[in-house]
């Protein structure tokens, strides 16, 4: 991956070109998304609070379907071991 990054790997390298014009698009973006935030949380304290409560019930939304998810994909792991009864050697 780090060779796509790299300039100097490709006279021209549109990929990695590619990838930086995203990352600076985004940056730009989580840097309005905190702007209006900031006025929100300012101009209408209820209306952050609900944001930040819609935040914390999507997180755990998402972790116990995450939970399941692995619950489901390896159900002997999430399951307790029932101690198996000792052989003595005789039948």
Do not use: C, W
Not at 59 to 65: E, F, L, N, V
Request: no cysteine; charged share 20%; net charge positive.
């Amino acid at each position: 991956m780090t060779s796509v990054l790299n300039v100097g790997v490709m006279p021209s390298n549109p990929v990695g070109n590619q990838i930086r014009n995203l990352q600076s698009q985004l940056d730009v973006v989580k840097k309005d998304l905190q702007l209006l935030l900031s006025a929100i949380e300012g101009k209408a304290p209820e209306i952050y609070a609900d944001y930040l409560h819609s935040k914390e019930v999507i997180a755990d939304r998402d972790a116990a379907t995450r939970n399941q998810t692995q619950q489901a994909a390896n159900p002997a792991r999430f399951q307790a071991t029932v101690p198996q009864p000792r052989r003595t050697g005789r039948f």
